[in-house]
């Protein structure tokens, strides 16, 4: 199966490269670094959404990892259009190109929201900021 990883370079996507290769998948990562090398994955530096528009194949599971830091006030537009508008725009480009899979990968903690105590384990009460 042809894997695409959507910021693929954070500690999960590299782990789970490795793992998917090992597994004998085609993997393709993209990221937003330039000049980069991944052993056994191709690679392609972002620099636009529409720059899926050329690797993105028909049939392909497309693993989403990438997100822009933190809902804060001071970045509120620039979180808007790099989370919500390019989150949409690339979605529209995955069911023009018919991929076959989507896994959106979501932060763990911010589904809770401010903690009521620390450390935050799995029975702690959920209340998402974002």
């Known amino acids: 199966m042809r894997i ?9 996507g590299k782990n789970l490269i490795s793992a998917l ?7 393709v990562c993209c990221d937003v670094a330039q000049n980069i090398s991944i052993s056994n994955a191709e690679y392609h530096c972002i620099s636009d959404v ?3 528009e050329n690797i993105l194949e028909p049939d392909d599971c497309v693993i989403y990892l990438q ?8 970045a ?3 979180s808007l259009n790099n989370n919500v508008i390019d989150t949409i ?8 190109k018919k991929v076959s899979r989507f896994i959106f990968s979501s932060s ?4 809770y929201g401010v903690p009521c105590y620390t450390p935050i384990d799995e029975a702690h009460r959920l209340s998402p900021i974002s």
Request: a negative charge.
């Open 4 to 12: 695409v990883i959507v910021g693929g370079l954070g500690f999960i």
């Open 21 to 27: 290769v090992s597994d004998n998948h085609t993997v």
């Open 50 to 52: 529409s720059d899926y």
């Open 67 to 74: 997100w822009y830091g933190v809902p804060v006030s001071d």
């Open 76 to 78: 509120i537009i620039r």
């Open 89 to 96: 725009r690339f979605l529209d480009i995955c069911q023009r």
């Open 108 to 111: 763990g903690g911010t589904v």
